[in-house]
């Protein structure tokens, strides 16, 4: 079955630090993989996301993620945190199967604290 | 160009009550999926409409259900109300056309508590 991992729950990082959020997935074609950030009370916003092509993506608020078909992983980085950046991010699978399109397998989150 | 919008933002009801929740979607797209997010989950596909009919559906329950008018917008319904229905809802819309996948852009929410 399709599945969406995120291993970390909770992360606390310095401001300034880099960041790496871990995402695995589960699925038996060429995923569509996306990243979206929730600020407390919000709704969705996309990050970034993966269709095919080059396998490093670029996305809002200078983050990036890069796919690794190898490790089925779809990890999100940014190079150095800002106090801004203290949200909940989801990683998200497109799933073409069970009648529905183009809807989303979403992983369980993961809360990112961020440390003055 | 206008996005998803949802309504209402908050809305608290009892047990056993019944519940109707409203979506637009974004303009030139002709696709609803519904979405309930638990306090502290990733969001759950509930369902999707597709030219005014069911086109998909997550494991939820037939007290779950849903319409989606000629203008793309919908509602969701929920009938007979638990406590574990408390949740933000999302609604999300995309364009189902052509062989490609086409990505979800998602309104602001609802927020449900049951009492």
């Known amino acids: 079955a399709q599945s969406v991992t995120q291993p970390d729950i909770h992360i606390t990082v310095s401001e300034g630090a880099s960041l790496e959020l871990r995402c695995n997935y589960s699925?038996?074609?060429?995923?569509?993989l996306f990243w979206y950030v929730q600020s407390p009370g919000q709704g969705l916003q996309l990050l970034l996301k993966?269709?095919?092509?080059?396998?490093l993506v670029q996305g809002i608020k200078g983050f990036e993620a890069e796919f690794k078909r190898s490790q089925s992983s779809f990890n999100l980085r940014k190079p150095s945190v800002h106090w801004s950046d203290a949200a909940e991010y989801f990683c998200?699978?497109?799933?073409?199967?069970?009648?529905?399109?183009?809807?989303?397998?979403f992983g369980t989150g993961t809360l990112l604290a961020v440390q003055p | 160009e206008t996005g998803v919008t949802q309504s209402p933002t908050h809305l608290i009801k009892t047990r056993g009550q019944q519940v109707t929740l409203r979506c637009s979607s974004q303009?030139?797209?002709?696709?609803v999926s519904w979405y309930q997010q638990a306090l502290g989950q990733g969001p759950q596909f509930i369902f999707q409409?597709?030219?005014?009919?069911?086109?998909g559906r997550g494991n939820f329950p037939p007290r779950f259900s849903g319409l989606q008018f000629p203008n793309y917008s919908s509602e969701l319904n929920v009938n007979a109300l638990e406590l574990d229905d408390s949740a933000l809802y999302l609604c999300?819309?995309?364009?189902?056309?052509?062989?490609?996948?086409?990505?979800?852009?998602f309104g602001p929410g609802t927020r449900l508590t049951v009492l």
């Open positions: 999300a819309s995309s364009w189902t056309g052509g062989p490609s996948y086409n990505e979800q852009f």
């Open positions: 699925y038996g074609a060429t995923p569509y």
């Open positions: 993966y269709f095919s092509g080059d396998t």
């Open positions: 998200a699978v497109g799933d073409q199967y069970g009648g529905a399109t183009n809807k989303l397998i």
């Open positions: 303009s030139g797209h002709n696709t």
């Open positions: 409409y597709y030219r005014e009919e069911e086109n």
